[in-house]
């Protein structure tokens, strides 16, 4: 096997794996998530309270269901009909007021003029400390393995009403949930967990390529040294 043999075959293999890597990464980049806040929303009772959630890169989620809830909450153990109901549904382009929970009946809002480009926060009006806790936005359809984030609920009644409070989404705040929160079997787990495999196992093929290439025999060695000026010639593209 020639220089010029053994260089093409490292080529060749370098590209085998370089440009499924290249894909892989390219189709992470693309992925959409649905990101809530890393901070907690702190309000004084009978505040106005928006909690921000958003589907980024935007996209329309106006024709989607979502789903607003407190994952605390579960049903009752001794009643296998109970259910639990929603903070706020909205699914077939309106909310669905049947199956939310009576606290918050006439209390909450989407923004729906902003669906189309992926706002899904929550209005909350005059909020008391039983509204405090941990909120789950959750898209069930939409194409992505972050289906969902979780943005907390804090009222403090030593703080002084305020009107409406709001904590901005950014990207020092922005939330994707990991692997220590709580993941529902509908989906939520990260991305990039998943993609952690398919690039250990491209990286293990590229090593495996070049110390094949690598490994040059003895016999083919010795003919490298009988055959100097040949293989000059190949570097050279001379005509010898």
Same mark, same amino acid.
């Given at each position: 096997?020639?220089?010029?043999?053994?260089?093409?075959?490292?080529?060749?293999?370098?590209?085998?794996?370089?440009?499924?890597?290249?894909?892989?990464?390219?189709?992470?980049?693309?992925?959409?998530?649905?990101?809530?806040?890393?901070?907690?929303?702190?309000?004084?009772?009978?505040?106005?309270?928006?909690?921000?959630?958003?589907?980024?890169?935007?996209?329309?989620?106006?024709?989607?269901?979502?789903?607003?809830?407190?994952?605390?909450?579960?049903?009752?153990?001794?009643?296998?009909?109970?259910?639990?109901?929603?903070?706020?549904?909205?699914?077939?382009?309106?909310?669905?007021?049947?199956?939310?929970?009576?606290?918050?009946?006439?209390?909450?809002?989407?923004?729906?003029?902003?669906?189309?480009?992926?706002?899904? $926060? +929550?209005?909350? /009006?005059?909020? !008391?400390?039983?509204?405090? %806790?941990?909120?789950?936005?959750?898209? *069930?359809? @939409?194409?992505?393995?972050?289906?969902?984030?979780?943005?907390?609920?804090?009222?403090?009644? $030593? +703080?002084?009403? /305020?009107?409406? !409070?709001?904590?901005?989404? %950014?990207?020092?705040?922005?939330?994707? *949930?990991? @692997?220590?929160?709580?993941?529902?079997?509908?989906?939520?787990?990260?991305?990039?967990?998943?993609?952690?495999?398919?690039?250990?196992?491209?990286?293990?093929?590229?090593?495996?390529?070049?110390?094949?290439?690598?490994?040059?025999?003895?016999?083919?060695?010795?003919?490298?040294?009988?055959?100097?000026?040949?293989?000059?010639?190949?570097?050279?593209?001379?005509?010898?």
């Amino acid at each position: 096997m020639g220089v010029g043999e053994f260089s093409y075959r490292i080529s060749i293999s370098t590209l085998i794996v370089v440009f499924p890597l290249l894909f892989v990464f390219r189709l992470a980049q693309g992925q959409l998530h649905v990101v809530g806040s890393l901070q907690p929303v702190v309000a004084a009772p009978g505040d106005d309270v928006i909690l921000p959630c958003q589907v980024e890169p935007a996209f329309n989620v106006a024709r989607l269901t979502v789903e607003w809830s407190k994952p605390d909450l579960r049903p009752d153990p001794n009643d296998r009909l109970s259910r639990v109901e929603y903070v706020h549904l909205y699914r077939d382009a309106h909310e669905v007021p049947d199956m939310k929970l009576p606290s918050y009946i006439g209390r909450t809002a989407l923004f729906t003029d902003s669906l189309r480009e992926g706002n899904i $926060s +929550l209005r909350i /009006t005059n909020v !008391t400390q039983e509204d405090e %806790g941990r909120y789950r936005c959750f898209i *069930p359809k @939409l194409k992505s393995q972050t289906r969902f984030s979780i943005v907390r609920l804090i009222v403090d009644p $030593s +703080l002084t009403e /305020t009107g409406t !409070t709001e904590t901005q989404l %950014g990207p020092e705040n922005s939330h994707v *949930p990991d @692997l220590n929160e709580e993941i529902d079997n509908k989906g939520g787990s990260s991305e990039r967990c998943r993609l952690i495999p398919v690039v250990v196992l491209c990286v293990f093929i590229l090593l495996c390529f070049a110390v094949g290439g690598c490994l040059i025999t003895e016999s083919q060695k010795a003919e490298l040294k009988k055959r100097p000026i040949e293989l000059l010639c190949a570097r050279a593209h001379w005509n010898c």
